[in-house]
C-alpha cells in the first residue's frame, strides 16, 4: 500500500519507467514522456493536499487497516491504533472492548476505515464512543482507468477535509 504515500508513489513512477525502458529500450522516449506527465498529476495532487490540509489536524486517529498508515505518514497524523481487518478475520468481543477502551482513553474523534472492509465494526466502536468512522479508499479496488489513483487520492482529499476539520 505504498502509493498511499504520495512521495513513495512517485518513486514508484520512476522505479517503473527504469524498469520499462530496461526491458525495451527503444521506447525510451515514450516511457520517460509519460512518467513525466504523470509526475507532474501527482505533484499536483500532492500540491493540493498541502495547500488545503493546512489548518490544525486532528492528529490523533485510529485506522481500521494499515494501507492508511502511509498517508497518515505522509500528513502527520498520529496513528493511535490498528486494526487489522481483512476479508477473512473477526474480532472478539474481548478485542472489541479493547477498542472501545483505546478511543474513549486516548479521546479519538477520527477513525478510517476503508471501502473494502466491512463497516460493522468501525460502526460498532462508533456507536460506543465520540469517534466518527470516515471511510478511505486505499485504491486496491474498483476503477482501474488510467487515472483511477488520482480521482481515488481526490476523493480522500475530500474524506479528509471532512474529518479533520470537523
Known amino acids: 500500500h505504498v502509493w498511499m504515500n504520495m512521495n513513495d508513489y512517485l518513486l514508484q513512477i520512476e522505479n517503473v519507467k527504469h524498469a ?6 527503444k521506447h525510451r522516449n515514450l516511457y520517460e514522456k ?4 504523470y509526475s507532474r498529476k501527482v505533484k499536483e495532487l500532492k ?9 490544525p ?16 505518514d505522509e500528513l502527520g497524523l498520529n496513528v493511535v491504533y490498528t486494526i487489522n481487518m481483512d476479508s477473512d478475520s473477526a474480532l472478539s468481543a474481548g478485542e472489541l472492548k ?3 477502551k483505546e478511543v474513549n482513553l486516548s479521546k479519538i474523534r477520527v477513525m478510517f476505515t476503508e471501502e473494502q472492509f466491512a463497516k460493522s465494526i ?8 465520540d469517534a466518527k468512522v470516515y471511510v478511505i479508499d486505499s485504491l486496491v479496488t474498483g ?6 489513483y488520482l480521482t481515488g487520492m481526490e476523493k480522500n ?10
Not at 509519460?34 to 506527465?37: C, I, S, V
Not at 476503477?143 to 483511477?148: N, W, Y
Not at 482529499?157 to 470537523?166: D, G, H, N, P, T
Open 157 to 166: 482529499l475530500e474524506v479528509l477535509k471532512k474529518a479533520l476539520y470537523q
Open 47 to 55: 500540491k493540493r493536499y498541502e495547500e488545503e490540509l493546512t489548518q
Open 34 to 37: 509519460n512518467a513525466r506527465e
Open 122 to 129: 468501525a460502526s460498532s466502536v462508533q456507536s460506543e464512543t
Open 98 to 100: 479493547e477498542i472501545i
Open 143 to 148: 476503477d482501474s482507468t488510467k487515472d483511477a
Open 20 to 25: 520499462l525502458i530496461e526491458l525495451d529500450p
Open 57 to 72: 489536524l486532528n492528529t490523533d486517529v485510529i485506522i481500521f487497516h494499515d494501507a492508511f498508515a502511509y498517508l497518515a
